[in-house]
């Protein structure tokens, strides 16, 4: 059994929250993850901009975070592999979406799907990495039938 919680602490209700919900248990079947527990917190650019700041010394907002809790050995549930948090601007939803000409529920997914191979272990930060990141991203997306123009 997966335990995902998924937050919405953003000014306003997200219209695609059950949309997200459903694509990141999707992904954890896809992924065939068992046993894993993680939060999706949706925040404003201010927030996320606090949290990117506080803890990455860079002073601007971004779209998502995450905090891999899995190496950490004073987190330790047993049958439980606690992967971390997930955190995503909104308001980057709202504005990518638009700059990539496409729905904010792709965008949402994207950043949700992008976040949960972060707290796996997937980087982007090489470019064998990143190509490998990328190409799961774009599958579990197009699997679920969020395709780029939607």
Known sequence: MN??????????????????????DFCLK?????NVLFNVIIIDNEEIHKINKDYRGVDRPTDVITFALEDNKDVD????????DIYISYDKVISQA??????EKRELCFLA????????GYDHMVKEEEEKMFKLQKELL?????????
């Open 3 to 24: 335990y995902v919680e998924v937050i919405n602490n953003y000014k306003d209700d997200i219209k695609d929250m059950d949309t997200l919900k459903s694509f990141i």
């Open 113 to 120: 799907v992008h976040g949960i191979l972060h707290l796996l």
């Open 77 to 84: 549930i047993p049958d439980l592999r606690v992967l971390g």
């Open 98 to 103: 638009k700059e990539y000409g496409h729905s």
């Open 30 to 34: 896809s992924l065939k993850l068992k």
């Open 142 to 150: 197009n699997s679920y039938g969020i395709k780029k123009e939607s």
